[in-house]
């Protein structure tokens, strides 16, 4: 099971980002997927995550508003629009797939997969 994640970069304050989350080796059209990231010295934080179904989608207070998260299950892959972006959003964001069927899976602890990170650096 692979989980490509690609799609950062440096970008200025307020501008945007697409990240995406391509997975191989299984589908995970029926399970739960989400967005974390790690800035430089702290730990690996929650961004965001989305059901199985896509209909269902929760966030992490710091980006409501601004970051929407999606799927694409035909194509096995996931995104996170990043709009409105600040400083404070400079990190390395993972995606990661669960087997777990609980909602909403935001810890570390309960991904099963995680993707490779890509960089978002925003500057002020």
């Known amino acids: 099971v692979q989980l490509q994640a690609s799609g950062g970069g440096l970008v200025q304050a307020g501008g945007s980002l697409r990240l995406s989350c391509a997975a191989s080796?299984?589908?995970?059209?029926?399970?739960?997927m989400g967005w974390f990231r790690q800035a430089p010295g702290k730990e690996r934080e929650f961004v965001a995550a989305?059901?199985?179904?896509?209909?269902?989608?929760y966030y992490v207070d710091s980006v409501k508003g601004r970051f929407t998260i999606s799927r694409d299950n035909a194509r096995n892959t996931m995104y996170l629009q990043m709009n409105s972006l600040k400083p404070e959003d400079t990190a390395v964001y993972y995606c990661?797939?669960?087997?777990?069927?609980?909602?909403?899976?935001?810890?570390?602890?309960?991904?099963?997969?995680w993707g490779q990170g890509t960089l978002v650096t925003v500057s002020s």
């Open positions: 080796g299984r589908t995970f059209s029926s399970y739960p």
């Open positions: 989305i059901r199985w179904s896509g209909g269902f989608t």
């Open positions: 990661a797939g669960t087997l777990r069927r609980q909602w909403p899976v935001r810890t570390v602890v309960n991904y099963d997969y």
